[in-house]
């Protein structure tokens, strides 16, 4: 079984003459409710959810203490190269983008982690463009080799892989997996990637669960809000992550709300999100999923992160470059896309201990037998 034949289910669905039918009624219902349903969580992305969202706060606030303390754990990702054969619309690696490529060394690999790792952080994404030509998974294996040594969580965000792939950079040291599917819409999927083994929405929409089945310890999925309409795309993502949790218990399951930033090229068909449209997702995807791990990276302003932390986030990246080599490397390639929170690892750290939360750098360690 696949999430596709979830995704069927609901490709179709009356949206709006849904969500318009909504009440306040409706909302206090859910709210009040132990476990929510997907028609609840639905109802929880309305219009009409969104006069109340201090009172979904609160519930999502006690529900994400309960489930994960006031804890954030930080995390900073590392870009191996740029390289990508793909044509997609809202990316700067765009392989029609006029821009720097540059793949690391491993001796760049390893003096990026030193760096990295003298800030404290023990908990490292690693990130490559999609070319399998020059990205290959015996180099993504080379590096996690060499990042074993200074992090005691390895993460990879990079081309999906077979289950066998999955398995054997599980082998090499790899314990988490963050993938996108962009873009759940199947048409819109399609119009934006142009070209490419991206195009496939398939494999690429099978793959956190072939990392699930090779047992990776944690994966975390997303959709790029901004490529279309963002209640849809949210639901879809909640769809999605509940499905993976069900099915795969053992399994740590996350989720991220990257929106679409500025970057190398030209996508102007996006859809609005606004930071109360951000919040609202968050907020109801606590409620559906009290166990689901949430990610705000610095695509958002520090001020907008700085207040989400009570509000059920459980992990934010600090001290971040989206450049190949931005670490270390004096010969720096172009950034994917712009961040907005530029705060170093310590800034962080300040950051969530004024909140009145514990920034944790590591609660994983890897044990070789």
Known sequence: MSFYREYLKYK?????KFLENITSADIFRIINKDKIDEYDFLALLSNEA???LEEVAQKAHKLTIQNFGKTILLYTP???????????????????NKIKRKKLTLKEIEEEAKVISSTGLRHILILTGESRKETPVSYIIDAVKILKKYFDSISIEIYPLKEDEYIEVIKAGVDGLTIYQEVYDENIYDKVHIAGPKKNYRFRLDA???????????VNIGALLGLNDWRKEAFMTGLH???????Y??????????????????????????DKNLVQIMLSLRLFLPRVGITISTRENQKLRDNLIPLGVTKMSAGVSTEVGGHSSKTKSDSQFEISDKRSVKEM??????????PVFKDWMQIDY
Do not use: T, W
């Not at 179709?12 to 709006?16: A, R």
């Not at 956190?208 to 944690?218: L, N, Q, T």
């Open 349 to 358: 750290k300040e950051a969530i201990l004024s909140k009145g939360y514990q």
């Open 241 to 247: 992550a509940k499905y993976l949790q069900d099915k």
């Open 12 to 16: 179709d669905f009356e949206f709006n």
């Open 50 to 52: 969104e006069k109340h």
């Open 249 to 274: 218990s053992d399994v740590e399951i996350s989720v991220s709300l990257p929106r679409i930033r500025p970057h190398i090229g030209v996508y102007e068909d996006i859809y609005p999100v606004s």
């Open 78 to 96: 590392l870009y191996l190269s740029n390289f990508c054969i793909n044509r997609c619309s809202y990316c700067g690696f765009n392989i029609e």
């Open 208 to 218: 956190p669960e072939r990392a699930c089945k090779a047992r990776m310890r944690s």
